[in-house]
Nanobody, 124 residues
């Protein structure tokens, strides 16, 4: 079992940057692929980025590709999302999640463990 806790959200102006982190506790963190999702008010939760067990393999949604970077530190049980060139439409609660599925996993239903989320607000 894995427990996930996000941190680092906040308020930032459009065009700015923000880093959010996810601390994992429990066993065998390096065996899980990790993902970031977000949910804006009145909208469904959507995929943002994922990183496989190896830090070399990452994938992004089209809406954040080229602006966001997902990374992980298996020695520290941490996952990060570096967000650059932020836009007001990036405003949402950001969640990290863990999955035992291999490969790139874009479907939220395949993620077994979830954090409580951290609010990111981008002002125009």
């Amino acid at each position: 079992q894995v427990q996930l806790v996000e941190s680092g959200g906040g308020l930032v102006q459009a065009g700015g940057s923000l880093n959010v982190s996810c601390a994992a506790s429990g066993s065998s963190f390096s065996r899980y692929a990790m993902g970031w999702f977000r949910q804006a008010p009145g909208k469904e939760r959507e995929f943002v980025a994922t990183i496989r067990t190896s830090t070399a393999y990452t994938s992004y949604s089209d809406s954040v590709k080229g602006r966001f970077i997902i990374s992980r530190d298996n020695a520290k049980n941490m996952v990060y999302l570096q967000m650059n060139s932020l836009k007001p439409e990036d405003t949402a609660v950001y969640y990290c999640a863990a999955t035992v599925y291999t490969g790139y996993v874009y479907d939220s239903v395949k993620y077994l463990y979830w954090g409580q989320g951290t609010q990111v607000t981008v002002s125009s």
